[in-house]
Nanobody, 116 residues
Framework: VQLVESGGGLVQPGGSLRLSCAAS????????MSWYRQAPGKERELVAS????????NYAASVKGRFTISRDNGKNMAYLQMNSLKPEDTAVYYC??????????WGQGTQVTVSS
């Protein structure tokens, strides 16, 4: 089982990034996918989730209207489009796969830094 995040980096405030999460080794289409983030000295927090078929999403209040979560079950990929980035969005971003019947898996994280 593997979840591999990519797409992080350094971006100026107001900029955009698209994170990707490549999944392998499990039945991707049976899992809810989520993005979490953890800033230095803070607890890991849920950013966004999407259900297994991709027709239901939810977002943290702090990112609603700026971030969009999506998935492609044919490619075993999940995405997080992040627009209008703010310095407070700086964190390590993780993707998570969750099935109530089968358990959960985490990726290793990708760093996002928003700074001028």
């Amino acid at each position: 089982v593997q979840l591999v995040e990519s797409g992080g980096g350094l971006v100026q405030p107001g900029g955009s990034l698209r994170l990707s999460c490549a999944a392998s080794g499990f039945t991707f289409s049976s899992y809810t996918m989520s993005w979490y983030r953890q800033a230095p000295g803070k607890e890991r927090e849920l950013v966004a989730s999407i259900n297994n078929v991709g027709d239901s999403t939810n977002y943290a209040a702090s990112v609603k209207g700026r971030f969009t979560i999506s998935r492609d079950n044919g490619k075993n990929m999940a995405y997080l489009q992040m627009n209008s980035l703010k310095p407070e969005d700086t964190a390590v971003y993780y993707c998570k796969a969750l099935s109530r019947a089968r358990g959960e898996y985490w990726g290793q994280g990708t760093q996002v830094t928003v700074s001028s």
